[in-house]
């Protein structure tokens, strides 16, 4: 991969950034929605706080990270009174005590063990906690998440517990070979966030539907997503160390 200097990448930044915030407008024009109401997430794993700070700078509002430890590492130096973070990885109830009260929202909560260690922490630190509940899309047994099965009756399960706040769903979708069978995943997860929110249960809204990432948020969006999840699409292919 060639090697960019710090000003080529500021600029990649900006100019990835004003395609996609254009795309995410065509997209949600389509989807018969308002622009304003599908929230770009810039994902973080791997990126430099001098180019998050850069890409908060031009717009950015909300940040994902995939770690626990990144994420702690990076706050001193991000600029973040106007940004929110959310932790967007597989998190361990080793994990939870240090993450809590660190980011608005846990949005890959795929357990109910996972959920009662967060409101345990939660309640210790005198908050409630936001968290989206994870769902494998596509059944798949190399990914996290609640069946479509069983969703329901683990997130009414999870309701009962104090400390969180169910505020949605979210997906890493299957990689399909046909856009077909990618709408469907997202139309799928579409149809239970709405069923789930229509049944106006206690400590459980449905504001929040995060799915699509660099390579599918167009499609994600079309089919109802209000949160896309856009890493490599903003800063470039991840350098890994």
Known sequence: MEW??????FSAIEENLKIINEEISEAAVKSGRNPADVNLMAVTKTVES?????AIANGISLIGENKVQEILLKEPELNLENCKAHLIGHLQSNKV???VGKVDTIQSVDSVSVAREIGKRSLEAG????????????NEDSKFGFSHDELFEKACEIAEIDGVMINGLMCVAPICEKDA???AVFSNMHRMF????????DNINMNVLSMG???D?????????NLVRVGSAIFGMRIYR
């Open 4 to 9: 960019l200097s710090d000003e080529q990448r």
């Open 50 to 54: 001098r180019f998050i700070n850069h």
């Open 97 to 99: 005590k240090k993450i």
């Open 217 to 225: 948020y167009k499609q994600a969006i079309l089919e109802g997503a």
């Open 213 to 215: 990432m660099s390579g």
């Open 194 to 201: 709405i069923d789930i929110g229509n049944k106006n249960m």
């Open 181 to 183: 069978e990618l709408r």
């Open 127 to 138: 908050i409630t906690t936001k968290i989206l509940l994870e769902v494998n899309a596509g």
